[in-house]
């Protein structure tokens, strides 16, 4: 396991959303914070615990621990179809197996989250079950075709599947309105996009996008990540032309009217 990454959106809808890598052996705090208690994950709502829980990673999973004497947290698997874990109070170092995961910790107003990717889940070789044949051979790219960011990679590389000399890439907000379509992605957001294309970037495919020193703000760092991601994808076959039917149906284009014979 190469470690997960932790997506932090910002409070209430306002500021910026904030990420953190850690690596096999690493931890992090999260909650309110203080000077007191300094906290690595700071969760600034009023109802939660200035030091509410920690991040634990190991070499193939991640543990949660709920310092709350009295509150349990969740740990949702939004692609699980409602599938969650219930952390109970003072529980430490419960194991958390989900590879997409959502920590949800209760408050006096809406729910207070973050999110979890944790990538390289290690599975039997089906030609090799037992093991007999020596070390097991290392995928070098661990894609679920099943998982929302494979979507959101097929949307980024559907201009250039469809049609190859087709230069620009969707922009998240198109992507997010090529999702919504779908409808357990109904509710998809520019955030959640940007997230799934940190995790594809540095995380599945490990790629860094090339950032035009030129340009001011985050975009053409975000736009040289998309662009990365979608050469590894296509270069590799890593998605094809039959992924496209994992996408929700376009409305169909307007015809020009049939001809009618005699007229």
């Not at 996008?209 to 991601?229: C, F, L, N, P």
Request: net charge positive; proline share 9%.
């Amino acid at each position: 396991m190469s470690g997960v990454l932790i997506h932090v959106l910002p409070a209430h809808g306002t500021g910026s959303a904030t990420s953190m890598r850690l690596g096999p052996g690493e931890n992090a705090r999260f909650g309110r914070g203080s000077a007191a208690r300094p906290v690595e994950l700071v969760l600034p709502d009023p109802s939660v615990s200035r030091l509410a829980g920690e991040i634990r990673v190991t070499e193939d999973h991640w543990q949660l621990s709920n310092y709350s004497t009295t509150l349990s947290y969740l740990v949702e698997n939004p692609e699980g179809a409602g599938e969650y874990l219930r952390i109970a109070p003072r529980r430490l170092g419960a194991p958390i197996p989900f590879e997409f995961a959502r920590v949800v910790l209760p408050t006096q107003g809406s729910t207070v989250s973050f999110q979890v990717f944790a990538p390289d889940h290690v599975y039997l070789d089906p030609g090799d079950p037992a093991g007999a044949r020596g070390t097991r051979t290392l995928p070098a790219y661990s894609l679920d075709e099943t998982a929302t960011y494979f979507l959101v990679l097929v949307a980024l590389c559907e201009p250039r599947l469809r049609d190859a000399s087709a230069v620009a890439l969707p922009t998240t907000p198109q992507v997010v309105e090529r999702l919504r379509a779908h409808p357990p992605l109904s509710r998809m957001t520019a955030r959640a996009v940007t997230a799934h294309i940190d995790y594809l970037a540095e995380q599945k495919l490990r790629v860094r996008g090339q950032r035009d020193a030129s340009a001011k703000g985050g975009g053409a760092r975000r736009t040289g990540k998309r662009e990365a991601v979608v050469g590894v994808a296509l270069r590799f076959g890593l998605v094809r032309e039959e992924h496209l039917s994992l996408l929700p149906s376009r409305a169909p284009s307007s015809l020009p009217p049939c001809a009618v014979p005699g007229v």
